[in-house]
C-alpha cells in the first residue's frame, strides 16, 4: 500500500518569513495530494490540494508543488501570520473513479514566533 | 449548507465493550469515509461506503464494521473494545462521480478505560 513521510516534524519560523514542508509518497499510482491544516481539537480542514497533471498550484499565500518523477510534493506558505500556527498534514490517494482513502503523513507542527 | 456533522462528541467506554458512532455528510455528498486519528498521529484510513457498500478497507481489523443508509448517512461500529482504541474518530465526505475533495467533521473522541 501507499505510505506517506512527511518532513519536519516540527518547524518554527519568524512571522514574516517562509515555511515549506515537505512529503514523499511510494505509490507511483498515487494522482491526488490534498493538504489540510488541523489546529488544536479541530477537524482538519483542506487549505489546498493539486491533481497528478499539475506540477504547482498557488493561491494567495500557500503554493503546493509535485514532482512526479521523484515521488515528492510540498507546501509552501509565504508572509507566514500567527494564525498559520497548527499542525499540518500532507495526504496522498490513487483517486480512480471515487473519492479514495486517502493515506496521510505523521503532521508538521508549524510554529510562528512573533 | 450543512457540513458534515458527528455525534456523539465525546464518549468513554471500557475494554470489551461495544461503540456506535455516527456520521452525516455534507449535502449533496454521496460517500462517507471513516478515519481513526491517535494522539499526534495522521488521520489512518479505516474504510469508505459508498451505494449502502463498503468500498475500500485499510489495515483494520474486522472489529471495525460500518453502515451506510438511504440518506447516505453511516455509522461505524467497534466491538470488543481495546485500550488501543482511544483515538479521534473522523468521517469525511465527498461526491463519488466526481473524485472530490473530502470534507472532515468534527470527529468523535473515544476513550476506552
Avoid: M
Avoid at chain 1, 488544536?40 to 514532482?67: H, Y
Avoid at chain 2, 455528498?29 to 481513526?36: A, E
Amino acid at each position: 500500500g501507499e505510505n506517506v513521510e512527511q518532513h519536519p516534524s516540527t518547524l518554527s519560523v519568524q512571522e514574516g518569513d517562509s515555511a515549506v514542508i515537505k512529503c514523499t509518497y511510494s505509490d507511483s499510482a498515487s494522482n491526488y495530494f490534498p493538504w489540510y491544516k488541523q489546529e488544536l481539537g479541530k477537524r482538519p480542514q483542506l487549505i489546498i490540494d493539486i491533481r497528478s497533471n499539475v506540477g504547482e498550484k498557488k493561491d494567495q499565500r500557500i503554493a503546493v508543488t509535485l514532482n512526479k518523477t521523484a515521488k515528492h510534493f510540498s507546501l509552501h506558505i509565504t508572509e507566514t501570520q500567527p494564525e498559520d500556527s497548527a499542525v499540518y498534514f500532507c495526504a496522498a490517494s490513487n483517486s480512480g473513479g471515487g473519492a479514495d482513502g486517502l493515506t496521510f503523513g505523521k503532521g508538521t507542527h508549524l510554529i510562528i514566533q512573533p | 449548507d450543512a457540513g458534515v456533522t458527528q455525534s456523539p462528541t465525546h464518549l468513554i467506554k471500557t475494554r470489551g465493550q461495544q461503540v456506535t458512532l455516527r456520521c452525516s455528510p455534507k449535502s449533496g455528498h454521496d460517500t462517507v469515509s471513516w478515519y481513526q486519528q491517535a494522539l499526534g498521529q495522521g488521520p489512518q484510513f479505516i474504510f469508505q461506503y459508498y451505494e449502502e457498500e463498503e468500498r475500500q478497507r485499510g489495515n483494520f481489523p474486522d472489529r471495525f464494521s460500518g453502515h451506510q443508509f438511504p440518506n447516505y448517512s453511516s455509522e461505524l461500529n467497534v466491538n470488543a473494545l481495546l485500550l488501543g482504541d482511544s483515538a479521534l474518530y473522523l468521517c469525511a465526505s465527498s461526491k463519488w462521480t466526481s473524485s472530490d475533495t473530502q470534507y472532515f467533521g468534527p470527529g468523535t473522541r473515544l476513550t476506552v478505560l
